[in-house]
């Protein structure tokens, strides 16, 4: 054996040395890695395998160069997709492995890592394989030409379950407003009786109901301002209430239709301090609701208070509410 080639001799042997020992290194690892539930884990493992699998096929090179990119992920580094145009990958399939890596690249944040660190890993090592390995005369027909089909299958499948993921799943609520029409009969301060401006308002309140199509109810709301104690406001407000029915009934309107509620002086449409006197406050809300049915489900008066509104308005553009 001539001298050249008894170095070239010991150079593969120590090539092939090192090779072996970037693998016996990472393989030394393997039982605590197998124990532990982390992406960089799983992903040293995946390349453990693969450089096994490359070193029975005696590729040495690249045996050790996966062998390394293990090692590197068993010590938390981070580790990046392999290039296609540093592995020669034919013009004709880098546009595709390079769309590949951006949707890979896409997915691969902590939080999809942490929630599959065994898909990501294995998803990992799969677009490696291919891109390793495209170039080669027997990538076609060999157990490697499989890289790139399961490669698509699990990254499909990571992507859906990530938009999945991101989907609100929480049952949309909708606030119903009621189809309703709302009429205000003002009262004198310390009084219950209709007075003119009062009369005329209960009588447009009459005329639209006969301009209706279709079953209806009337809810009727008394307020009073802060002006008299509170038992003397909520008797007010329930004697201006059943003023205001009583000509309604008189005018033709059926009893049964009308519900009556009397709030006092606690749901105010213009909040003031304790005695002050405010017309606006000394109210009977007539609400007309159109297709029958019941007020019960609705926050009535509170929809007429323009304080409560806008606090209503605020929580549901929190919630995403309608």
């Known amino acids: 054996m001539t001298k050249l080639a008894k170095i070239f001799q010991i150079a593969v042997l120590f090539f092939v ?23 960089s884990s799983y992903l ?3 390349y453990l395998e693969y450089s096994r699998n490359l070193a029975i096929q005696k590729r040495w090179n690249n045996a050790n160069y996966f062998a390394k990119k293990g090692l590197d ?13 540093e592995w020669g990958v034919a013009m004709a399939d880098r546009e595709d492995a390079i769309m590949a890596q951006k949707r890979l690249e896409n997915i ?23 891109i390793s390995n495209d170039n080669k005369p027997t990538f076609k027909t060999n157990e490697f030409s499989r890289c790139k089909l399961r490669f698509y299958r699990l990254l499909e499948e990571i992507e859906n379950y990530i938009d ?22 003002m009262f004198d301060l310390d009084n219950f009786n209709l007075n003119d401006k009062a009369n005329q308002r209960i009588i447009e309140v009459i005329k639209y109901l006969g301009t209706l199509n279709g079953d209806y109810r009337l809810l009727l709301v008394g307020s009073a301002d802060r002006s008299g104690n509170r038992l003397y406001n909520e008797n007010l407000a329930i004697k201006r209430v059943e003023v205001v029915r009583n000509y309604l009934i008189k005018n033709g309107v059926a009893k049964d239709l009308i519900e009556i ?43 007429t208070n323009n304080v409560y509104k806008d606090e209503i308005i605020k929580v549901r553009s929190k ?3 309608k």
């Open 261 to 303: 509620r009397s709030y006092g002086e606690d749901f105010p449409d213009i909040i003031t301090q304790k005695g002050a006197q405010q017309q606006s406050n000394r109210i009977v809300g007539i609400y007309v609701l159109k297709g029958g049915g019941s007020f019960a489900p609705y926050p009535l008066p509170l929809i």
């Open 319 to 321: 919630r995403g509410l």
């Open 17 to 39: 040395a090192s090779c072996a020992s970037n693998i016996h290194k990472l393989a030394q690892k393997e039982n605590g890695l197998k124990l532990d539930n982390f992406y």
């Open 44 to 46: 040293a493992l995946e």
């Open 108 to 130: 691969s944040t902590y939080e999809a890592q942490k929630a599959l660190p065994i898909q990501m890993a294995h998803l990992a090592l799969l677009y490696d394989c291919w």
């Open 164 to 185: 999945d993921l991101h989907k609100d799943h929480q049952s949309q609520t909708n606030v119903v407003e009621p189809d309703f029409e709302r009429f205000e009969v």
């Open 73 to 85: 992920s068993s010590y938390g580094r981070k580790v990046i997709p392999e290039s296609p145009v």
